[in-house]
């Protein structure tokens, strides 16, 4: 599997289907909030919130304050537009959102690439062991670390 970054159409699409999903489902898409998420989705590699606040701040021409940056990612996490990479605090685009809640990213620890992957299979899987256990999933993300190909090669 490759890892690479988004073209321009597929950065289109995820930005518009997130403006339809709001407007449909009666979602605050403030400017904000759009502005996160399309630096979110537009950096190839995963993003810490204060990279998204300087970014926010020179788009802007202005200084941005973090609870107002934080309160969009939550926004965007709950909604299924963002997920947060706890194992290194920062942030990925979710390229089908609300198509599911499970899923697992490949991160390489040498340059940050990532690839989100959907598995049926290990969904069922995770589901079963849950239900085995007694247990009740609200999110499922798994975050696998190694190298990408080319930095493997190095």
């Known amino acids: 599997m490759s890892m690479k970054s988004k073209s321009t159409s597929e950065l289109k699409a995820s930005i518009h289907r997130v403006e339809e999903i709001c407007k449909s489902n009666k979602l605050g898409l403030t400017e904000i909030r759009k502005q996160v998420f399309e630096i979110i989705v537009k950096n190839n590699i995963p993003i810490k919130a204060y990279e998204i606040l300087d970014k926010i701040s020179n788009i802007n021409n202005k200084p941005s304050h973090p609870p107002t940056v934080y309160r969009a990612i939550d926004f965007l996490i709950e909604n299924g537009f963002v997920h947060k990479l706890n194992s290194i605090n920062s942030f990925v685009g979710c390229f089908h959102p609300n198509a599911h809640k499970e899923c697992y990213f490949l991160i390489c620890k040498k ?7 959907c598995d049926d299979s290990l969904k069922d899987r995770i589901s079963k062991t849950a239900i085995h256990n007694n247990f009740v999933i609200s999110n499922t993300t798994l975050e696998i670390e190694g190298h990408c190909l080319d930095c493997s090669q190095k």
């Open 111 to 117: 340059c940050n690439i990532y690839q989100e992957c």
